[in-house]
């Protein structure tokens, strides 16, 4: 495919564990275009594109910089005719709507500069945006016949909630901010006798300013009922939806679903995230194991299967990672992630993900 022009933070993680493993297999460096910089002078994308011609761009999530979140804040809140916010504090969580039509809105642009080019996507923009809308994204796995938890849908705060948990016979579920992502702002919610328990990554502080939600990597178990409704309010501010809380099947540590790495539409990379809480990201200390060691070899294949059917939901995506739960043949779909190949150390026929995709890409050129 050619040179490979990566759009990303180009001191964060992701660029350097690519660049890592480009040269690990003698190949040389993609290009990088800083999210900053490209925020600061646009013109920078077309100039690259028309200077160098890469034939493949990638976009990564810009989720390393925190002046290029508060970037896409600003102008997602001016999009929407909102206030400004201030300075968001490290993982405080608050305006993700605004966050999402900032970010849609540089994207949107990108695509139009990349119009007028050769270059393939790796992702194409829509895919991305979609997958990045977790509520639209479960709306369209399930239109295209793809088992996922049953949705309740957008809820506008804490007892519409619980008044939709009753209508419907449930007696948990999770929250979720609309536009969130590695479990940032997740609640599990469990309502049983009258009484309500909650666990999230989202931590309740007091501050002279007001409570506020910080993400957190650690998990806090909260039983006070007026304080789980606020935090489900303040969840709904920001645009949250429910789904119904599955159970997972059970291994020894724990119980457990897997990340599925989709490249090409083929399941490449696969690990099994266990543990004893309700939110299972390996970011929050979950264990890792591999397929065979939570799965019979024909489920480990029904899996590998499912994953790709699903990607069939993206045509125009490359990369692909599925949050799956799958209890013998039959699977689930969690969750679709457009930046689910941050994995390291996880290998699939000896490579890590940015080494499968970039002997992918050098193949196909």
């Not at 990638?58 to 001016?78: C, R, T, W, Y």
Request: charged share 15%.
């Amino acid at each position: 495919m050619g040179a490979l022009l990566l759009l990303g933070v180009a001191k964060g993680k992701r660029v350097r564990l690519q660049q890592a493993a480009r040269a690990s297999l003698g190949l040389p460096a993609a290009q990088v275009l800083d999210w900053g910089d490209w925020l600061a002078q646009p013109q920078r994308l077309p100039d690259l594109l028309q200077q160098a011609s890469p034939a493949l761009l990638k976009i990564d999530s810009p989720g390393e910089d925190s002046a290029v979140q508060q970037h896409l804040l600003s102008l997602g809140a001016q999009l929407l005719h909102k206030p400004v916010p201030a300075p968001v504090a490290h993982g405080q969580l608050m305006a993700h709507d605004c966050w999402f039509a900032g970010f849609a809105e540089c994207l949107k642009q990108v695509q139009a500069q990349t119009a007028a080019h050769p270059v393939a996507l790796c992702n194409a923009v829509p895919d991305i945006l979609l997958m990045t809308d977790k509520l639209a994204c479960q709306q369209h796995l399930q239109a295209q016949g793809l088992p996922v938890p049953p949705l309740l849908g957008q809820i506008e705060s804490g007892d519409a909630l619980l008044a939709q948990m009753r209508a419907q016979s449930c007696s948990q579920v999770f929250v979720k901010i609309r536009y969130g992502s590695s479990a940032c702002g997740v609640l599990a919610l469990r309502s049983a006798g009258g009484k309500l328990a909650a666990s999230s990554s989202a931590d309740w502080q007091h501050s002279g300013a007001g409570p506020m939600l910080f993400n957190s990597k650690r998990i806090r178990h909260y039983r006070d009922a007026r304080q789980i409704m606020q935090i489900v309010d303040w969840l709904c501010a920001q645009q949250a939806y429910a789904e119904v809380w599955l159970p997972k099947p059970s291994a020894p540590g724990g119980h457990f679903d897997l990340r599925v790495l989709c490249l090409q539409g083929q399941a490449r990379h696969v690990v099994a995230r266990l543990s004893r809480q309700a939110m299972t990201n390996l970011h929050l200390d979950s264990q890792r194991r591999s397929a065979a060691e939570v799965l019979a070899a024909p489920h480990e294949q029904a899996l590998r299967c499912f994953a790709g059917r699903a990607a069939q939901a993206f045509p125009h995506s490359r990369v692909i990672g599925f949050d799956i739960i799958q209890r013998g043949v039959r699977s689930c779909l969690l969750e679709a992630n457009a930046f689910g190949d941050l994995l390291p150390g996880l290998l699939h026929a000896g490579h890590d993900p940015y080494q499968d995709q970039a002997l992918h890409w050098e193949a196909a050129a």
